[in-house]
């Protein structure tokens, strides 16, 4: 995005996995219809906290209520993370989790995704032992490369390593289809595991930000010890409670998304370009690496896609946020542009016709 540029409302924002609106329309309404006493007195998350424990079929003391998902990490890292602790991640992963390892002071251990993308089972596995990492973190499926390892790989490491905090990321597991916490997984769950849910992506509440962590009574309490009063507002609640009556209307957005990604897909397979569609709601296109010229070529024309974490493989990858065929095809339509005009800083891509000659900055971000 142009650093000259901070409002983002003229831009088509594909970069985020934002969606392009609430997944039913009965949220704005409930939100018109709060009462002066629910935004004038401080707000009680502990409805919620019971919606979600009936929701998911637990103890509402194992439901953490927090503002989004990255508030949440923050909390997990705050309550068990010290300065020098081990904390194993994924390499590339979302960004919110190595700032949260970062700031808490650990040493990070870093284990990179295959080439192809799968998730490094092995290569995971050794950063378990010999010596045990206070905290592992996750992701089902993960952000920024849109894949997932089975449910029962992820249930295994947990019962490999007892003595580490297993943080699984599940903010887009709607689009995947299998979570840790459906029913059929409860007898398995162990202890070390926190599940991290949000409603931004599948119920397109991300600026209501409400998120909520599902782990073991004890390990909810504890977060309690760092986690700051009343951070999640009486109108994210409301919108929370609403939502999740919705679920019929959460589950068509997701087969749309699902549909237009195929779509999305196979016309960029026309133009020769490789394309991935992910158990997320975002398209990988493969373009060529450095990928930040590219970006500031799509946002030269007021389109935006995602780059942040982009590294190793991921590297010559730009992440598109699917939503409907109209945004789709206005993607499309601009990369046709790009592709004609040629990219500073990038190389030819095979198979496309266009100028790829070196070019004056004019007109790039």
């Given at each position: 995005?142009?650093?000259?540029?901070?409002?983002?409302?003229d831009?088509?924002?594909?970069?985020?996995?934002?969606?392009?609106?609430?997944?039913s329309?009965?949220?704005?309404?409930?939100?018109?219809a709060?009462?002066?006493?629910?935004l004038?007195?401080?707000?009680?998350?502990w409805?919620?906290?019971?919606?979600l424990?009936?929701?998911?079929?637990?103890?509402?003391?194992?439901?953490?209520?927090?503002?989004?998902?990255?508030?949440?990490?923050?909390?997990?890292?705050?309550?068990?993370?010290?300065?020098g602790?081990?904390v194993?991640?994924?390499?590339?992963?979302?960004?919110?989790?190595?700032?949260?390892?970062e700031?808490?002071?650990?040493?990070?251990?870093?284990?990179?995704?295959?080439?192809?993308?799968?998730?490094?089972?092995?290569?995971?596995?050794?950063?378990?032992t010999?010596?045990?990492p206070?905290?592992?973190?996750?992701?089902?499926?993960?952000?920024?490369?849109?894949?997932?390892?089975?449910v029962?790989?992820?249930?295994?490491?947990c019962?490999?390593?007892p003595?580490?905090?297993?943080?699984?990321?599940?903010?887009?597991?709607?689009?995947?289809?299998?979570?840790?916490?459906?029913p059929?997984?409860r007898?398995?769950?162990?202890p070390?595991?926190?599940?991290?849910?949000?409603?931004?992506?599948?119920?397109?509440?991300a600026?209501?930000?409400?998120?909520?962590?599902?782990?073991?009574p004890?390990?909810i309490?504890?977060?309690?010890?760092?986690?700051?009063?009343y951070?999640?507002?009486?109108?994210?609640?409301?919108?929370?409670?609403?939502?999740?009556?919705?679920?019929?209307?959460?589950?068509a957005?997701v087969l749309?998304?699902?549909?237009?990604?195929?779509?999305?897909?196979?016309?960029?397979?026309?133009?020769?370009?490789?394309?991935?569609?992910?158990?997320?709601?975002?398209?990988?296109?493969k373009?060529?690496?450095?990928?930040?010229?590219?970006?500031?070529?799509?946002?030269?024309?007021?389109?935006l896609?995602?780059?942040w974490?982009?590294?190793?493989?991921?590297?010559?990858?730009?992440?598109?946020?699917?939503?409907?065929?109209?945004?789709?095809g206005?993607?499309?339509d601009?990369?046709?542009?790009?592709?004609?005009?040629?990219?500073?800083?990038?190389?030819?891509?095979?198979?496309?016709?266009?100028?790829?000659?070196?070019?004056?900055s004019?007109?790039?971000?």
């Amino acid at each position: 995005m142009p650093r000259s540029s901070a409002d983002r409302s003229d831009y088509l924002r594909l970069d985020l996995g934002e969606s392009a609106r609430p997944a039913s329309p009965r949220v704005l309404q409930a939100l018109g219809a709060l009462s002066p006493s629910e935004l004038s007195s401080y707000p009680d998350p502990w409805p919620l906290r019971q919606a979600l424990a009936r929701h998911h079929g637990v103890d509402a003391r194992e439901i953490g209520i927090s503002a989004g998902a990255d508030e949440a990490i923050r909390w997990i890292f705050g309550a068990y993370v010290e300065e020098g602790a081990r904390v194993a991640l994924l390499r590339p992963t979302f960004g919110a989790v190595l700032a949260a390892a970062e700031a808490s002071g650990a040493f990070v251990e870093r284990v990179e995704y295959e080439d192809d993308l799968a998730f490094p089972l092995e290569g995971f596995r050794r950063a378990l032992t010999p010596r045990t990492p206070r905290m592992a973190v996750l992701a089902n499926p993960d952000a920024p490369t849109g894949t997932a390892p089975a449910v029962g790989t992820l249930l295994a490491l947990c019962a490999e390593s007892p003595q580490t905090i297993f943080l699984v990321n599940e903010t887009f597991v709607s689009f995947h289809g299998e979570s840790l916490l459906d029913p059929e997984h409860r007898e398995h769950r162990p202890p070390n595991l926190v599940v991290l849910r949000s409603l931004s992506k599948d119920h397109g509440l991300a600026g209501l930000r409400i998120g909520y962590v599902v782990g073991h009574p004890e390990v909810i309490a504890t977060l309690d010890i760092v986690r700051p009063s009343y951070t999640v507002s009486s109108p994210s609640i409301r919108g929370a409670l609403v939502a999740l009556e919705e679920q019929e209307a959460m589950r068509a957005h997701v087969l749309e998304v699902r549909a237009v990604m195929e779509r999305l897909v196979a016309k960029l397979s026309t133009r020769g370009i490789e394309a991935r569609a992910t158990r997320a709601n975002f398209v990988l296109v493969k373009l060529t690496a450095p990928i930040q010229p590219w970006a500031a070529a799509f946002a030269a024309h007021k389109v935006l896609v995602g780059t942040w974490g982009h590294v190793g493989p991921l590297a010559p990858f730009v992440r598109v946020t699917v939503n409907n065929d109209d945004e789709a095809g206005r993607f499309l339509d601009v990369l046709d542009l790009v592709l004609r005009q040629g990219v500073p800083g990038a190389a030819r891509v095979d198979g496309v016709p266009g100028q790829w000659d070196d070019l004056l900055s004019e007109g790039m971000a």
